[in-house]
């Protein structure tokens, strides 16, 4: 069992930067691959961005490739999500969420490979 605990989120201007963090407990950090996601008001819920658990390999959205950077800190049990050149577009409520694949490089993108997921935080981008 791990919980997850995300903070970071606001309202931001076009063009601006936000840093997301998320707090794991529970089972060793190192064995989780982790994961962001959003959700905008009447949509479904999207991957943004993954880091394998060795957090040698990542993985983004399409959109947010550049803008979007995906870290972790195994001493401090915390995932990232850096994000700049924010747009309105990127508006919406965002999760963190805990794999543990088999493989130390794997890279989960599907909302049902993930077993562990955060409160959520909103991220507002005014244009």
């Known amino acids: 069992q791990v919980q997850l605990v995300e903070s970071g989120g606001g309202l931001v201007q076009a063009g601006g930067s936000l840093r997301l963090s998320c707090a794991a407990s529970?089972?060793?950090?190192?064995?989780?691959?982790m994961g962001w996601f959003r959700q905008a008001p009447g949509k479904e819920r999207e991957f943004v961005a993954a880091?394998?658990?060795?957090?040698?390999?990542?993985y983004y959205l399409d959109s947010v490739k550049g803008r979007f950077t995906i870290s972790g800190d195994n001493s401090k049990n915390t995932v990232y999500l850096q994000m700049n050149s924010l747009k309105p577009e990127d508006t919406g409520v965002y999760y963190c969420?805990?794999?543990?694949?088999?493989?130390?490089?794997?890279?989960?993108?599907?909302?049902?490979?993930?077993?562990?997921w955060s409160q959520g935080t909103q991220v507002t981008v005014s244009s």
């Open positions: 969420a805990a794999n543990s694949p088999s493989g130390a490089h794997t890279v989960p993108r599907m909302t049902y490979e993930f077993d562990y």
């Open positions: 880091i394998s658990r060795s957090v040698s390999r990542t």
């Open positions: 529970g089972r060793t950090f190192s064995t989780y691959a």
